[in-house]
């Protein structure tokens, strides 16, 4: 009877022991999957938000692009490209990206850059000095 008794309690405290293990093994799997789940994750809102502010880039060169074949063209030949012209044509530029961005990609600018405006500002001032076109940056 005490072998029997003896050998009941061995074989729960055994099976306890079991079910404990499963579960820290069942427990570490989840994390880890959690884990993985959420590395997927930032990464893809990392390739989300790089692809997005290409995109941004793309346009605001794009703006800058046409204003200068355009507008800086024409008053250059015109010789009338002064001061008040570049402040004009950094105008029609953000005027222009202003118009082209819609609310997401404002979304996306406004929460990881905060100012909206001075960041597009920046990034055309940026656009055309790319270009060689350092006195259209002369801000108004």
């Known amino acids: 009877m005490l072998i029997d008794t003896f050998d009941t309690t061995v074989l729960l405290i055994l099976m306890i022991a079991l079910t404990l293990a499963i579960l820290v093994i069942v427990g570490v799997k989840v994390w880890y999957s959690f884990k993985i789940i959420k590395a997927n994750a930032e990464s893809s809102k990392s390739e989300y938000l790089e692809t997005m502010f290409a995109h941004i880039g ?27 012209q570049q402040r004009c044509a950094f105008k029609l530029s ?42 259209f940056v002369d801000k108004p």
């Not at 793309?58 to 008040?84: H, P």
């Not at 979304?107 to 656009?127: R, Y």
Request: glycine share 4%; charged share 20%; net charge negative.
């Open 94 to 135: 953000q005027a222009a990206v202003h118009n082209l961005l819609n609310a997401e990609a404002r979304s996306l600018i406004a929460q990881t850059h905060g100012d909206v405006p001075k960041w597009i500002s920046t990034q055309i001032e940026s656009a055309v000095l790319e270009q060689g076109l350092a006195k």
């Open 58 to 84: 793309d346009t605001i060169r794009a703006v800058v692009n046409n204003t200068t074949q355009t507008y800086v063209a024409e008053q250059k030949n015109n010789g009338k490209f002064d001061l008040d």
